[in-house]
T-cell receptor, first 112, second 117 residues
Framework: GNSVTQMEGPVTLSEEAFLTINCTYT??????LFWYVQYPGEGLQLLLK?????DKGSNKGFEATYRKETTSFHLEKGSVQVSDSAVYFC???????????FGKGMKLTVNP | GAVVSQHPSWVICKSGTSVKIECRSL??????MFWYRQFPKQSLMLMAT?????????EQGVEKDKFLINHASLTLSTLTVTSAHPEDSSFYIC?????????????FGSGTRLTVV
């Protein structure tokens, strides 16, 4: 079945540090890939998405590229801020299904 | 933008009682809503998919008689945890799909922390 594996945290970084959160997936065909973010006390919000191979999703300084050859969708940000402290979820949606399959989530804390 | 309101945000109940959690789409119609359960340090586990006006579709291993889902209108879905036990304590999150939006219009509620004592 479809699955998402993402690096486990928690991770603590200093402000302006570089961030990478690894995400790999297992799926048949060509799933759509997502990163969701959950700020403290809030629901999940879509951060970025990519719907086909080599697509790059970007938002708020975050980027992730859909790599079919490595079945990966790693999230990166060049310079994190304290306000980026949150839990980040990688997810996929298999074409023809309404279901989202999530990774376990990774808690990021950014210190000033 | 699309907003989903989930209520209550937290609830403590006694073992054996029932608890109802509401999920409302505030500014859009949601033909499909999803209910997830999240354990500490674990992923969101899809419990069921509810469609307005029809029975919910439960994932394998989820007790439909224990987790009652009702999606009576295009803006409201409810999850009732019946005869709650301490092992039902968890974080429950709903998500609504915008029936008029694009294929990826999933909006999430802020979750409900259920503690059964």
């Amino acid at each position: 079945g479809n699955s998402v594996t993402q690096m486990e945290g928690p991770v603590t970084l200093s402000e302006e540090a570089f961030l990478t959160i690894n995400c790999t997936y297992t799926a048949t065909g060509y799933p759509s890939l997502f990163w969701y973010v959950q700020y403290p006390g809030e629901g999940l919000q879509l951060l970025l998405k990519a719907t086909k191979a080599d697509d790059k999703g970007s938002n708020k300084g975050f980027e992730a590229t859909y790599r079919k050859e490595t079945t990966s969708f790693h999230l990166e940000k060049g310079s994190v801020q304290v306000s980026d402290s949150a839990v980040y979820f990688c997810a996929l949606n298999q074409g023809g299904s309404e279901k989202l399959v999530f990774g376990k989530g990774m808690k990021l804390t950014v210190n000033p | 933008g699309a907003v989903v309101s989930q209520h209550p945000s937290w609830v403590i109940c006694k073992s054996g009682t029932s608890v109802k959690i509401e999920c409302r789409s505030l500014d859009f119609q949601a033909t499909t809503m999803f209910w997830y359960r999240q354990f500490p340090k674990q992923s969101l586990m899809l419990m069921a998919t509810s469609n307005e006006g029809s029975k919910a579709t439960y994932e394998q291993g989820v007790e439909k008689d224990k987790f009652l889902i009702n999606h009576a209108s295009l803006t409201l879905s409810t999850l009732t945890v019946t005869s709650a036990h301490p092992e039902d304590s968890s974080f429950y999150i709903c998500s609504a799909r915008n029936s008029a939006g694009d294929s990826y219009g999933y909006t999430f509620g802020s979750g409900t922390r259920l503690t059964v004592v």
